[in-house]
């Protein structure tokens, strides 16, 4: 028998399920997420991508179910949650930063509100990663000063800064101008290849193939395949899967 201790998973969801209305969105989503492990999430447009990223952040209430980050169940409301959000890092399509506010100030604001870092160790952390996605440059400029590929970076920089244990990225390169895809997603394969935590919804298969362990196929709310890579999209199980890698590749 093995001695080692076994870690919980970063992600953990039992038995989810969530309506909108009448509209079963979350079908029964088992998921366990290793620590370390990056997670390719495909599926067609409205087969519940989104609303499992949300989920998995509190941004939205589940109907049943648990969610567990890092161990630890994801609670309603209140202070806890605030800082279990902040354990998961997240990543949109169109960018969020705050306008009127610089990309510095944009990195440092909820590290200082959430986490109550210092101004001035608020400041180096978001200079170091700001310099990781390779901006450091434009720290004083506003997000419309930024082509769409820097704002996306520095709003991976800014997810970053809250120390998460977990990001999830959904459709993070979808809004992009096709030159500045690449850049975002080399940042990712970085974040991936250092360790961090990831669930990736994309439509980017050079990605998925690189520098995922593993990818989940959604379909009407349910995870229909859960796969390597490889196995995956040589040997898709379901006609469901086939039908959709028969269109996007
Ligand atoms: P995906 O990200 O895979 O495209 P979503 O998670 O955004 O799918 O949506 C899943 C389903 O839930 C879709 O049918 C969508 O129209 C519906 N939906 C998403 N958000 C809402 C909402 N806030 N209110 C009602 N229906 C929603
Ligand atoms: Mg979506």
Known sequence: MSTATSAPPMIKATAVNKYFGDLHVLRDINLEVPRGQVVVVLGPSGSGKSTLC?????????????IEIDGKPLPEEGKTLAALRADVGMVFQQFNLFAHKTILENVTLAPRKVRKINAEE?????????????IANQSEKYPAQLSGGQQQRAAIARALAMRPKVMLFDEPTSALDPEMVQEVLDTMT???????????????????????????????GEIVEDEAPEAFFTKPKSERAKDFLGKIL
């Open 54 to 66: 949300r989920a998995i952040n509190r941004l939205e209430p589940i109907n049943d179910g648990a």
């Open 122 to 134: 608020a400041r180096k952390t978001a200079m170091e990663l700001l310099d990781r996605v390779g």
């Open 190 to 220: 970085g974040l991936a290849e250092e360790g961090m935590t990831m669930l990736v919804v994309t439509h980017e298969m050079g990605f998925a193939r690189r520098a995922a362990h593993r990818v989940i196929f959604m379909s009407d």
